[in-house]
């Protein structure tokens, strides 16, 4: 990181005294290299010497100016079956590659807090990156995925007139110069929230060496994004903020901007923000399930389109699918009826109502079922689900037949702090009634080996391995440590 000095700036807008990034994303694999994107977010007028390569030079390039501060965008490749390196600014960046054979990926989610993330000591709130960090010294990462809360945005409403009381009371009429007003106070406080997650050292550092790719999840919007009342997310204020969080995960999460998005994009126009990676034996699929979300669906036409896609595609392999929400978990519909019965409960219906298990998704989470079932029929092919929002860890199985297993691995918390263990245990005790969504297929929430309960509340991420054709997945967890292997 090279610092330069900033005397002036404008006192609404977040400070930036120093070059924050590289932060490397993994825009596409295509002819045996990994297509790249470094970013970086500099003041205003800064000069950025260029990424140095074996074969040549990378500059970065402005994308965005937002406030006293530019986004920046170099990109380059690299091999991506084998180990490589770049350098930028005097230092040496050395990358696993591993996508031809044997690799190890690192799982993520819910990297913050709902309320004061940016007042947390730094050490204590990423001390999980910090032994990914450490993890990655001793035995390399070929990627890093983000399941979603990549930031906590909840707060970029406080101080405008027009969002303070969001999502309860909003203005019903307001005049056009007013929306731009916060639209630039929104912009700047999604900078803020961005700057402060990339620039702490724990996460830059495996953020300039290991590749990643993110989606996002409703706190990089705000609280319940599509699960909130039509009236909020409709509202000439809700759409403003819902513009401004899609800018800024294009941006930080993806190194882009519209007209400009990767390859690995389901739909160029960026409608719904579904991609899709293929490496030997290897597909990352991972569905958008906020942009199109509603209180009544979780995608709409092009999320399905993407996905019928891929369950008709023949691939042999392994299949990862990124589902920022469990797919499979315990039957929720007592709990939500208790909270809508419930005044004092009610505020909660929202985080129910964004799961599949929702009575009100339960015919879309049949429908995504049996699409991954019908991925799993084809020969050669294992199907995974990878998912976090729950602030805790846990994993499920879904029998698809054939002797085939449908493996859910929840890695949820890596800077956000646990809840109570009695919530970890009520969940628990839920997970007993079990469910069959689709008959003849029973959902079964099963141990982290090692645990005693079926939840672990602790911070963790997720750590899967290839040798060969197997392939294993195992869960860092903040105080037990490391649980044994499971084979999947």
Not at 212 to 229: A, E, F, N, V
Request: proline content about 7%; glycine content about 10%.
């Amino acid at each position: 990181m090279s610092s330069i000095t900033r005397t002036t700036g404008p006192a609404s807008g977040p400070a930036v005294n120093a070059i924050t990034g590289p932060i490397l994303i993994l825009d596409d694999l295509r002819d045996g290299r990994m297509v790249l994107s470094a970013l970086f977010i500099a003041p205003t007028g800064a000069i950025l010497p260029p990424l140095l390569l074996e074969d040549g030079a990378a500059q970065p390039e402005p994308l965005a100016e937002i406030s006293a501060c530019t986004v920046l965008r170099a990109r380059f490749s690299l091999p991506a079956d084998r180990p490589s390196a770049y350098q930028w600014n005097g230092t040496r960046y050395a990358l696993a590659g591993g996508f031809g054979g044997g690799l190890r990926i690192a799982y993520a989610s819910c990297n913050g807090e709902e309320h004061g993330d940016l007042d947390r000591d730094g050490a204590e709130r990423n001390a999980m990156w910090a032994r990914m960090g450490a993890e990655h010294a001793e035995q390399p990462f070929s990627l890093l995925l983000h399941g979603g809360d990549q930031v906590y945005a909840d707060e970029v409403t406080h101080g405008h007139p027009l969002s303070a009381d969001w999502p309860d009371r909003l203005p019903r009429d307001p005049a056009p110069e007013e929306l731009n007003s916060l639209r630039r106070h929104l912009r700047e406080g999604f900078l803020k929230r961005y700057l402060a997650v990339y620039a702490a050292p724990e996460f830059a550092w495996i953020a300039a060496r290991v590749p990643s790719l993110m989606q996002w999840d409703d706190h990089d919007i705000c609280d319940g994004w599509g699960s909130l009342r039509r009236s909020r997310t409709y509202s000439p204020v809700g759409q403003t903020l819902f513009a401004a969080a899609r800018e800024a995960a294009l941006l930080f999460q993806h190194g882009c901007c519209d007209g400009d998005l990767p390859a690995r994009f389901a739909d160029p126009e960026g409608s719904h923000l579904g991609w899709r990676i293929e490496a030997p034996g290897l597909r990352l699929l991972a569905p958008d399930l906020r942009s199109e979300r509603s209180r009544r669906r979780v995608m709409a036409r092009g999320g399905w389109r993407m996905m019928k896609a891929a369950a008709k595609q023949s691939f042999a392999g392994r299949s990862l699918i990124l589902s920022s929400v469990p797919l499979l978990g315990p039957r929720l519909s007592l709990l939500e009826l208790l909270m809508v019965l419930t005044p004092r409960m009610q505020k909660y219906e929202d985080d129910l109502r964004d799961q599949w298990q929702s009575r009100a998704h339960r015919a879309s989470w049949r429908r995504m079922l049996r699409l991954v079932r019908d991925m799993a029929a084809q020969d050669g092919q294992q199907v995974t689900a990878l998912s976090g929002e729950i602030h805790l860890a846990t994993r499920g199985e879904m029998a698809l037949g054939g002797g085939k297993l449908l493996h859910q691995l929840v890695a949820s918390g890596i800077s956000h702090r646990a809840p109570p263990r009695a919530w970890a245990r009520v969940l628990g005790m839920l997970s007993w009634l079990g469910d069959a969504p689709l008959p003849g297929h029973p959902i079964r929430i099963r141990k982290i080996p090692g645990q005693s309960g079926r939840y672990a509340a602790e911070r963790n991420y997720l750590v899967l391995e290839r040798n060969g054709e197997t392939w294993s997945a195992a869960w860092e967890l903040e105080t037990s440590g490391r649980s044994a292997p499971l084979a999947l």
